[in-house]
């Protein structure tokens, strides 16, 4: 089995790091949120800390330098906030990784403050991204557990840890403890800072979910994809993650164009834009290539005759096909 993190063969300069990070301090930095599936119904969530894990957003969904949450799929893309602007260094370790980047957040654990043990869903070489941590203020007595493993990450230091196992993290040290963390798109370049023995045992085991750039269409182009659809109510916990079992029968949903993009719903709800990847295929914004959606032409290439939703892992893939009602 792999072990639960390594140390990648980048360094950064720790003295400008903090300096970057001196110029926020006087920032308010609001707790650690979780992502939030937006949906017609019912959605679980979970905080594994009480409130003194805090972070401030350096990318993130729609550029909102409020969210400290990591983001998933919805209808906003990920931007650069403000707060990027403001501290050159750490763009520098942004910029130094040759791959699309999810949310990059600066991640605080004041002393004597502890993240329960949890697992993040959806991270590792299978799902399509990896989460990175930079420590830019530390102390050794900051601890990362996994599996009840103990490490210490000194600063500077670029290091990756799948935190699809369970984890947790201790400081019981007199400093603020300050990561910058960092979800990246799976890319043939990020893959060359690993271990080769590393990348090949996870491709032996799982297999590895490389992204996939979108590739622009014309409204013109994206018009022919409008359909209705039905979605049985026995398949919406599973494809959206919700935790509502009260929704009898099934569901009417849509892909519809809103200005130069489509955009995919339930009862009438707005959830998704899709990002189209070529091959008549969408992946879900916001999100990595573990799920996609499949809006198949007829002979002329003119209307939807087969929405398919695609569910993968690694290797695995698991295909959902659905009713389309009407197309066009």
Known sequence: ML????????????????????????????????????????????????????????RSQGGDPERTDPGGPGLDAFADTELLARVPAIREVVDSLDCEKRSVRLLLLPPAAEVHPHTDPYHGFRYGQLRLHVPIR???????????????????????????????????SQVVRVHLVIDAMVSPALLRLFPEEVVAEAEATTGVLLHQPVRPLTAGELARYECTYRLPAALVQGLLETDDGSVPGELGGEVRLDGDRLVLGIEGTPLFALDPVGGNRFHLCGWTPERAVELHLDERKERVDRLVFLLRSGRTESRIELPVTSAG
């Open 3 to 58: 072990r639960p993190c390594y140390r990648l063969p980048l360094s950064f300069d720790v003295g400008r790091l903090q300096a970057d990070l001196a110029t926020l301090e006087e920032v308010e930095w609001p707790p650690e949120r979780p992502f939030i599936m937006r949906t017609p119904f019912l959605a679980r969530t979970m905080t594994y800390h009480d409130g003194k894990w805090r972070g401030l957003a350096l």
């Open 138 to 172: 530390t102390h050794p007595d900051v601890r990362m557990l996994f599996d009840g493993e103990s490490f210490h990450w000194p600063a500077g230091e670029l290091w990756y840890a799948d935190f699809g196992r369970p984890h947790a993290v201790e400081n019981r």
